[in-house]
């Protein structure tokens, strides 16, 4: 994980607050909350690259919101022997996808075509397609998905970035200690105190 010095978090405070991303953010975090059941949020990425940090981010804000149908589920394409049980959950678990469960898609890069077909299965089982997409977009994946969210390469904020916007989001409940609220307290936190000349 990278470690934000403050330049960097007054560069983003300033470029988020006109763009938009807040709000973009919000909007489609909102379909992870439509899960019905614990469990039932499953994410996965590309063979190459797993989505450990915006699991560990989405399961952070489940237990912080109590809201356990936000407590994500892993789906990894290898499992090694001896990974405990949390950790054990494969790609075939995408078959079992029905409607009320959500399938999220973080991918930086293209999803492969595996990924993409059983994608296309779970859809027409009912289970929710969201993608979070990378640099240089996949239409396919696009395609596929209930809604998606393209971080391109001059984004005010990079994809590790997005993640956390996401993840914040989708615990929102509206009581006042909305996105933007608590993306402040953590920028302050990273930053630390804010000096006046």
């Known amino acids: 994980m990278n470690v934000m010095d403050a330049s960097s978090v007054?560069?983003?405070?300033?470029?988020?607050?006109?763009?938009?991303?807040?709000?973009?953010?919000?909007?489609?975090?909102r379909g992870l909350r439509a899960t019905r059941s614990p469990g039932g949020l499953l994410v996965v990425?590309?063979?190459?690259?797993?989505?450990?940090?915006?699991?560990?981010h989405l399961a952070d804000e489940a237990r912080l919101a109590d809201l356990p149908q936000l407590a994500p589920t892993l789906v990894r394409w290898t499992v090694p022997p001896?990974?405990?049980?949390?950790?054990?959950?494969?790609?075939?678990?995408?078959?079992?996808?029905?409607?009320?469960?959500?399938?999220?898609?973080?991918?930086?890069?293209?999803?492969p075509v595996p990924l993409l077909e059983r994608l296309d299965d779970a859809r027409r089982?009912?289970?929710?397609?969201?993608?979070?997409?990378?640099?240089?977009?996949?239409?396919?994946?696009?395609?596929l998905a209930h809604d998606a969210l393209f971080v391109p390469a001059d984004a005010?904020?990079?994809?590790?970035?997005?993640?956390?916007?996401?993840?914040?989001?989708?615990?929102?409940?509206g009581n006042g200690r909305g996105l933007r609220g608590r993306?402040?307290?953590l920028l302050d936190r990273v930053s630390g105190p804010h000096v006046v000349d």
């Open 183 to 185: 993306l402040a307290r």
């Open 10 to 29: 007054d560069f983003l405070r300033e470029a988020l607050a006109p763009t938009g991303w807040v709000e973009r953010t919000r909007d489609f975090a």
């Open 82 to 111: 001896g990974a405990p049980p949390h950790l054990r959950v494969g790609m075939d678990r995408l078959r079992e996808a029905r409607r009320g469960e959500t399938l999220f898609v973080v991918a930086e890069s293209s999803a």
């Open 125 to 143: 089982t009912g289970a929710t397609i969201l993608a979070l997409d990378g640099d240089g977009g996949d239409p396919e994946l696009s395609g």
């Open 45 to 56: 990425g590309t063979p190459a690259e797993e989505p450990w940090h915006v699991t560990a």
């Open 156 to 173: 005010p904020v990079s994809f590790d970035g997005a993640q956390h916007l996401v993840s914040m989001a989708a615990s929102e409940r």
